[in-house]
Every structure is written in C-alpha cells, then in structure tokens.
C-alpha cells in the first residue's frame, strides 16, 4: 500500500535555528514528490515539486531535496512568518491521485 | 494565471440537513478535479476526484457525491448531513495528468 510519513508531527524552533523535516515515502512509481505549506484555516500552498533523486529545489530559506525513499524540507535561519503546517504528497504512476502525508506543525520562536 | 474558488468559507448545519459546496477554477481547461477533507489534526483524505465532465471517482463510501456539471465546475453534495461529516474541505485542481496539485481557500463545514 502506498504511504507517505512525516517526522516529526511538531517542531518548535528559535529564530535563525535551522532544521529539516522528512517525508518518508512507499508510493509505487514515484511520478512527484510535492511539498505544501498551510497556515491555519486556509488551503495548502504550493511550494516544490522533485521528480527524481538527487534532485533539489529552493525557495528564499527553505530548500526540498529527494532520495529514493524519502524527501527533506531544510529551513535555514527560519523567521517566525515561517510557522506553519508542512505537507508532503507522493503520485503515483498511472493515477490521478496524490498521497499525503499528515504534516510536520513548525513554529518559530521569535 | 489560473485562480481557484470555492464558497461558501464557512458553513453551519444541523444534521439531516442537505449540503453543496461549489468549487470553480480560471485560467485553465480540462482540469483534473478534487474534493478532499481534512478533518483536525489529520492529514488530507481524497473524497472524489474527475478527469472530464460527468467523470467522477469516488474514494471513499460515503453519504456524499460530488459533480462535475462544467469543466471547470466540482460540487459537492449530500442529501443528509451526519455529525462526522464536520470539517475543512478542500478543492484541489492540477492539470490533467501531470504535476502538482492547487488548492482552493477551503469550506469549514460544522454539523450541529
């Protein structure tokens, strides 16, 4: 069965104290790893998307790597508008449909 | 640029009730769709999803049904809400076949 974990469910951080989070992932034929951000009562907002390992992305202080079984987000020196909920999703060949993980909660202590 | 909608935010309704959440999509043709909830604390559970007009997948048994009256048109529905229908649904678009997924501001739904 396909499955995509994330560790850890909760983060705290003092300001500028960079981190990664994982995501762990079993999904058969792997077409797209894909990480969001949420903030409380709004919908995921995309952030990357990595197709193949070694592959790396990166946006102002976050930077999403891939390997072969799973996918990091590094925050480097993060602020607190950083906080929030971190998901990530793995497709699967031959569907329409996405797996998702059930997200890293970061918060960021100024 | 493509830009999703979905209304209303936010939704109070006593159980037995009937329900439509109305997700639309700009900027974009044949779109693949999505409903998801998202219940507090969880992650995102794929409720339906459709490729073109009329085509629907359901992912989960449930009271709901979702349709796909316009190709960029995805309603959810039920005919009788239940208490554990509460929560934030999601409606999600991405071009048909490939790449990410865009989701909407989300509807939080409480059934009394």
């Known amino acids: 069965e396909d499955q995509v974990t994330q560790s850890p469910e909760a983060l705290r951080l003092q300001e500028g104290e960079s981190s990664s989070l994982n995501c762990s992932y079993t999904?058969?034929?792997?077409?797209?790893l894909f990480w969001y951000r949420q903030d409380p009562g709004k919908g995921p907002e995309f952030l990357f998307t990595?197709?193949?390992a070694g592959e790396e992305k990166e946006k102002e202080r976050l930077k999403a790597t891939l390997t072969k079984k799973e996918s990091f987000l590094h925050i480097t020196a993060p602020k607190p508008e950083d906080s929030a909920t971190y998901l990530c999703?793995?497709?699967?060949?031959?569907?329409?449909?996405?797996?998702f993980g059930t997200g890293t909660r970061l918060k960021v202590l100024a | 640029s493509q830009t999703i909608h979905q209304w209303p935010a936010t939704l109070v309704q006593p159980v037995g009730s009937p329900l439509s959440l109305e997700c639309t999509v700009e900027g974009t043709s044949n779109p693949n769709l999505y409903w998801y909830r998202q219940a507090a604390g969880r992650g995102l559970q794929l409720l339906f999803y459709?490729?073109?007009?009329?085509?629907i997948s359901s992912e989960v048994p449930q009271n709901l049904s979702a349709s796909r009256p316009q190709d960029r048109q995805f309603i959810l529905s039920s005919k009788k809400l239940l208490l554990s229908d509460s929560g934030f649904y999601l409606c999600?678009?991405?071009?048909?076949?490939?790449?990410?997924?865009?989701f909407g501001p989300g509807t939080r739904l409480t059934v009394l």
């Open positions: 990595l197709y193949s």
């Open positions: 999904v058969s034929g792997l077409r797209g």
């Open positions: 999600a678009w991405s071009v048909a076949g490939v790449g990410e997924q865009f």
């Open positions: 459709s490729v073109g007009i009329g085509q």
């Open positions: 999703a793995g497709r699967r060949s031959g569907t329409y449909k996405y797996i």
